[in-house]
T-cell receptor, first 114, second 115 residues
């Protein structure tokens, strides 16, 4: 069975600071892992996807995530936060492939202070 | 323009009155899916479809039905809606190319209230 844990519901950083959003997964097989972003009152957008090709995955808007099998983690980072990064971020996992059953975490709200 | 459309965008209904939320994509994607979003619970997948006439349950399928008679459409059907189905619903379509490139689009959402 697959599951995702996103610890904490809210992260606040200063503009220009490092963004680190944590995601831990549970999967009985090598997983497919995803990060999504949802801007206020908008739909979702795929940030990046891991499918075993490379452990460090670069996504849109300067975000990247590193797959660490030993830690069962897929944390999302961005070196320097912008005000426009304020949004809700969701991590998701699939045991069976990118186009199949997908389980999401509960999401983390990122606030960026000026 | 590539897009996923959902209708209606907002709906207030009463318990037990059957309703359908439509989802349509113009990208010829094989894979489509439905999610609901609730405060504190994140997104949960309801159903997904890997191609025409191929559907499967997600994490929360109870109380919902889907059909995939043609590639572009994937309607979500609530035969007898109940207040616990009040939620924000998203439809999505995606494509995994042979090169590994993956694209996914979400619809704008449908806010459903069941009284």
């Amino acid at each position: 069975a697959q599951s995702v844990t996103q610890l904490g519901s809210h992260v606040s950083v200063s503009e220009g600071a490092l963004v680190l959003l944590r995601c831990n997964y549970s999967s009985s097989v090598p997983p497919y892992l995803f990060w999504y972003v949802q801007y206020p009152n908008q739909g979702l957008q795929l940030l990046l996807k891991y499918t075993s090709a490379a452990t460090l995955v670069k996504g849109i808007n300067g975000f990247e995530a590193e797959f660490k099998k030993s830690e069962t983690s897929f944390h999302l980072t961005k070196p320097s936060a912008h005000m426009s990064d304020a949004a809700e971020y969701f991590c998701a996992v699939s045991d069976t492939g990118a186009n199949s059953k997908l389980t999401f975490g509960k999401g983390i709200t990122l606030s960026v202070r000026p | 323009e590539a897009q996923v459309t959902q209708n209606p965008r907002y709906l207030i209904t009463v318990t037990g009155k059957k309703l359908t939320v439509t989802c349509s994509q113009n990208m010829n994607h094989e894979y489509m899916s439905w999610y609901r979003q609730d405060p504190g619970l994140g997104l949960r997948q309801i159903y997904y479809s890997m191609n025409v006439e191929v559907t499967d349950k997600g994490d929360v399928p109870e109380g919902y039905k889907v059909s995939r008679k043609e590639k572009r459409n994937f309607p979500l059907i609530l035969e007898s809606p109940s207040p616990n189905q009040t939620s924000l619903y998203f439809c999505a379509s995606s494509f995994q190319g042979t090169s590994g490139r993956y694209t996914q689009y979400f619809g704008p959402g449908t806010r459903l209230t069941v009284l």
